[in-house]
């Protein structure tokens, strides 16, 4: 013989133990996310450093964090979202950025061995997950590097420097999937 209302316990145990997964799935979900290169938030220091990608020297200019454009922590994100240069078609694979004024000329920066970095995070700096070496000819003031990936970390990307003529140079740093042609057009599907 049960007694009056154990039968309320049980849909009451029940309830919760519902509610329970509810909320942890969304946690479990987002831990694997962030196992992924390209899915979840982003926010991965970045610097323009002496040397090149086999001998990085020191660090010559801090850049803003590249970050995914919904990281709530990153001060940049407001900007890359707002960006006038997003052009959603050819930028579609790219999903963390960043944009730093600098002082400089690109001048400068071709004369002699220098590289942007960016890193796994502030907790692992030590590890590099893309470089790019400062070289190539501006055209109209604009030089776009490819950033290759480093310690198979499933990234690459560009940065693109743009010399202000006023002695100030605009770095745009952006992150993709390692191996994504953010510039290709998307293929056609096979006819059925």
């Not at 509610?19 to 610097?47: C, F, I, K």
């Not at 959603?88 to 061995?113: H, K, R």
Request: hydrophobic share 45%; aromatic share 4%; proline share 5%.
């Amino acid at each position: 013989m049960s007694r009056p209302g154990s039968g309320r316990w049980v849909v009451v145990a029940a309830a919760f133990a519902l509610m329970a997964g509810m909320v942890m799935a969304p946690r479990l979900t987002a831990a694997q996310d962030l196992a992924s290169p390209v899915a979840g938030e982003h926010n991965h220091p970045a610097h323009i450093h002496t040397g090149t990608c086999d001998a990085v020297g020191e660090v010559i200019f801090p850049l803003n964090n590249v970050a995914s454009a919904s990281a709530d922590a990153s001060p940049v994100a407001e900007m890359v979202a707002a960006s006038p240069e997003a052009d959603a078609e050819s930028d579609a694979d790219f999903v963390a950025e960043s944009i730093t004024t600098i002082t400089g000329s690109l001048d400068d920066l071709l004369a002699a061995d220098h590289v942007v970095n960016v890193h796994e995070s502030a907790e692992n700096i030590g590890n590099y997950i893309t470089c790019g070496l400062i070289t190539g000819t501006p055209e109209n003031g604009e030089l776009t590097l490819t950033l290759t990936q480093l310690n198979e970390s499933g990234w690459d990307g560009e940065a693109v420097l743009t010399d202000n003529g006023d002695g100030t140079i605009n770095v745009t740093v952006r992150l993709k999937a390692a191996g994504v042609d953010a510039t290709a057009s998307p293929e056609a599907s096979p006819a059925a």
